[in-house]
């Protein structure tokens, strides 16, 4: 079982930045890939970016790139979202997921099977 934690969400204004961090519990972490999505109400949710189990491979949405950095410290079971730039449209509630399978689509929600609850990420014009 492998329970997820998001934590740094809030209320920000336009151009500034939130650093959003995950903690996990379970043997498995270290060894699977991590993602972070984010939903508004009445739409899917979306990849933001995603990170392999060593770090060495990262992946953006062409959303955030150059904005959002994704990382994550094996040794404290934890991974990082850190958001520049932000924007209005980055608005939403943002959640951090396990991969299921090695080496399957991390851009995909399906490809997650372990979610956090979410946190609110609020961005003033």
């Known amino acids: 079982q492998v329970q997820l934690v998001e934590s740094g969400g809030g209320l920000v204004q336009a151009g500034g930045s939130l650093r959003l961090s995950c903690a996990a519990s379970?043997?498995?972490?270290?060894?699977?890939?991590m993602g972070w999505f984010r939903q508004i109400p009445g739409k899917e949710r979306e990849f933001v970016a995603a990170i392999s189990w060593s770090g060495l491979s990262k992946y953006n949405a062409d959303s955030v790139k150059g904005r959002f950095t994704i990382s994550r410290d094996n040794a404290k079971n934890t991974v990082y979202l850190q958001m520049n730039g932000l924007k209005p449209e980055d608005t939403a509630v943002y959640y951090c997921?396990?991969?299921?399978?090695?080496?399957?689509?991390?851009?995909?929600?399906?490809?997650?099977?372990?979610w956090g609850q979410g946190t609110q990420v609020t961005v003033s014009s």
């Open positions: 379970g043997r498995t972490f270290s060894s699977a890939a």
């Open positions: 997921a396990k991969q299921k399978l090695p080496g399957a689509t991390m851009t995909v929600s399906q490809a997650y099977d372990y």
